[in-house]
């Protein structure tokens, strides 16, 4: 009988994933905007898209990032969702996908979708790193002598306690 080999005797190779919250308008808009990614070729990387890639922004997706899309847009059409948004599972290569078609000034009714969709978007992909600098950049401030006239440098007396 052979000994099987256990979990943590082998690094982990799971992708990260962070989440996305998307309500109705977002969802509907993303998927609207995506187009089926097909491998034409084996072996190649090289791909078509169901859709016609015209003037339009439209980005090619795999499935499975289209599904996960399909999924949100089930969920915050169901009546019984009550207007609730739904969460998605995303890595950083949908997030980039989804980077593409959050164009600023996308509005459906009053909801900025697009501005909205690139602020998750980047706080998903950078928003900790942002953070941890801002925080760096708050206890360096703590650090710095605050100087109101760089001209002049005040010199200790001797009678001055270090």
């Known amino acids: 009988m052979t000994a099987q080999p256990h979990d943590e005797d082998y690094p982990s190779t799971a992708i990260p994933t ?7 308008n977002e969802a509907l808009y993303l998927d609207d905007s995506l187009t089926m990614m097909l491998d034409t070729t084996e072996g190649l990387v090289v791909f078509a898209t169901m859709r016609p890639m015209a ?22 059409l169901d009546a019984e969702n009550e207007g609730r948004g739904h969460v998605i599972e995303v890595n950083e290569g949908d997030l980039y996908c989804l980077r593409e078609l959050a164009q600023s000034y996308v509005k459906i009714g009053d909801e900025q979708v697009g501005y909205n969709l690139k602020r998750k978007i ?14 760096l950049e708050d206890v360096l401030d703590g650090f710095t002598p605050m100087v109101k006239d760089p001209q002049t440098i005040v010199a200790p007396s001797h009678d001055d306690e270090f």
Do not use: H, M, N, W
Not at 18 to 24: A, D, E, I, P
Not at 55 to 76: H, N, Q, R, Y
């Open 18 to 24: 962070k989440f996305l919250s998307l309500t109705r």
């Open 55 to 76: 003037s339009t922004i439209c980005v090619p997706a795999p499935v499975d990032l289209i599904e996960k899309i399909a999924i949100a847009v089930l969920s915050t």
């Open 122 to 135: 980047y706080r998903a992909l950078y928003g900790t790193e942002y953070t941890l600098g801002r925080q």
